[in-house]
T-cell receptor
Framework: GEEVAQTPKHLVRGEGQKAKLYCAPI?????VFWYQQVLKNEFKFLIS????????ETGMPKERFSAKCLPNSPCSLEIQATKLEDSAVYFC???????????FGPGTRLTVL | GENVEQHPSTLSVQEGDSAVIKCTYS??????FPWYKQELGKRPQLIID?????GEKKDQRIAVTLNKTAKHFSLHITETQPEDSAVYFC???????????FGAGTILRVKS
């Protein structure tokens, strides 16, 4: 596709429940990124992939967050045992190659109650 | 790690005036500097970018200038229009890195 797609648009979870978000990068793009935008607008990098391989996971809270990009499937970001502070908009982005422009998806708004 | 500071946090201008937003960064290895515009509830959209081998780039009413020595870059919007109202984010990409480090954002309000 010509745009990054993300599902679902909104997700509501009770504290302690699992949340799973999906991202389809632009066709032909090799790199996928996940960013978290909290209410104060601040963007936080979580993880990046080069095709199906993790490229940089320095931003991931590893004890509860995991992510995958498998061939012929949407990429996913999963949060086990959600906490109130996980409430945010999660954006996926993709780029054609290393150091190229990153194009963002519409985001998934996660609300943890 | 990289630190990006963005100023001002809010900016109100009259329609037709110019708006300037400035970002400073800390890592001299940074070599790609995009600007994103984000409207309420929408995705960030790339509006202009510049690489470290260029000092200035212009696209119609939007321009970006880069001073690598001083480690700062600025977004210039001329002849502002109400539809320019949004949150603008600068970002920095390090050479051999691939993650964007964002500034805190500037809320631009264009009053008609």
């Amino acid at each position: 596709g010509e745009e990054v797609a993300q599902t679902p648009k909104h997700l509501v979870r009770g504290e302690g429940q699992k949340a799973k978000l999906y991202c389809a990068p632009i066709k032909g793009h090799s790199y996928v990124f996940w960013y978290q935008q909290v209410l104060k607008n601040e963007f936080k990098f979580l993880i990046s992939f080069q095709n199906e391989n993790v490229f940089d996971e320095t931003g991931m809270p590893k004890e509860r967050f995991s992510a995958k990009c498998l061939p012929n499937s949407p990429c996913s970001l999963e949060i086990q045992a959600t906490k109130l502070e996980d409430s945010a908009v999660y954006f996926c982005a993709s780029s054609q190659s290393w150091g190229f422009e990153q194009f963002f998806g519409p985001g998934t708004r996660l609300t943890v109650l | 790690g990289e630190n990006v500071e963005q100023h001002p946090s809010t900016l109100s201008v009259q329609e037709g005036d110019s708006a300037v937003i400035k970002c400073t960064y800390s890592d001299s290895a940074s070599n790609y500097f995009p600007w994103y515009k984000q409207e309420l509830g929408k995705r960030p959209q790339l509006i202009i970018d510049i690489r470290s081998n260029v000092g200035e780039k212009k696209d119609q009413r939007i321009a970006v200038t880069l001073n690598k020595t001083a480690k700062h870059f600025s977004l210039h919007i001329t002849e502002t229009q109400p539809e320019d109202s949004a949150v603008y984010f600068c970002a920095v990409l390090k050479e051999y890195g691939n993650k964007l480090v964002f500034g805190a954002g500037t809320i631009l309000r264009v009053k008609s």
